[in-house]
């Protein structure tokens, strides 16, 4: 019986080639192919695959975001994250979200089909290197405090966040100046800047 996976990759081109490749693999069949984050919810939904291979950069929904959702609904799909992204604090926030694979796009081709044949049979499967930073630093800001920082670094002002967030100017900048305590920076923008670089935010 083949497994059938639905791949979510914001790239066009990345999208057909990862579909490509694993139509390839005899025993893989590609249920659907989505854009963005909450096409995929949908076409999770719709189609009930086995396995979820997905980035996390994309709109309307990341991939982390996809994968919290997909625990939370407890719809029994395994997510493979694929990305460029060699940060530890990603690959944590991805276990956190139930998570099964946690691979990089630089991996071999035959790594990726292995990878789905493992995840499907219950195993786990992430990047040895990564898997080893990944617990030696711990992310020391708060959810709350995350939200705010990823807008405040995207140019947001104070009152744009309070009211997408529905919070007080002051609730927000007491958010951001404890965030900018924790991460030992000078500014928003610097917290913001190193919270990216570790895989925080």
């Known amino acids: 019986m083949s497994i059938r996976i639905v ?20 025993d893989i069949t590609v249920a ?26 994309m709109p309307e929904m990341s991939g982390l975001e996809l994968a919290a959702e997909l625990k939370r609904q ?14 530890a604090g990603y690959l944590r926030r991805a276990l956190d979200a139930g998570v099964s694979g946690y691979l990089l796009k630089d991996a071999p081709a035959t790594a990726l089909a292995d990878a789905v044949r493992r995840v499907h049979a219950g195993g786990r499967v992430i990047d040895p290197e990564l898997a080893a930073e990944a617990w030696s630093e711990s992310d020391p800001l708060t959810d709350r405090e995350r939200q705010v920082l990823r807008q405040a670094g ?39 800047r190193i919270a990216r670089q570790k895989g925080w935010l």
């Open 7 to 26: 791949i979510a990759e914001d790239q066009a081109m990345v999208l057909g080639a990862l579909a490509a490749l694993l139509e390839n693999e005899g």
């Open 32 to 57: 659907g192919q989505a854009r963005n984050g909450r096409e995929a919810l949908q076409m999770v939904l719709s189609q009930k695959p086995d396995v979820l291979l997905s980035d996390i950069e």
């Open 74 to 87: 407890r719809l029994g799909v395994r997510v493979i994250i694929l990305t460029t992204f060699a940060r």
């Open 154 to 192: 995207d140019g947001a002002t104070g009152a744009e966040i309070a009211a997408t967030l529905n919070l007080s100017e002051g609730t927000v900048r007491n958010y951001l100046s404890e965030a900018i305590s924790k991460l030992g920076a000078s500014n928003r923008t610097e917290a913001a």
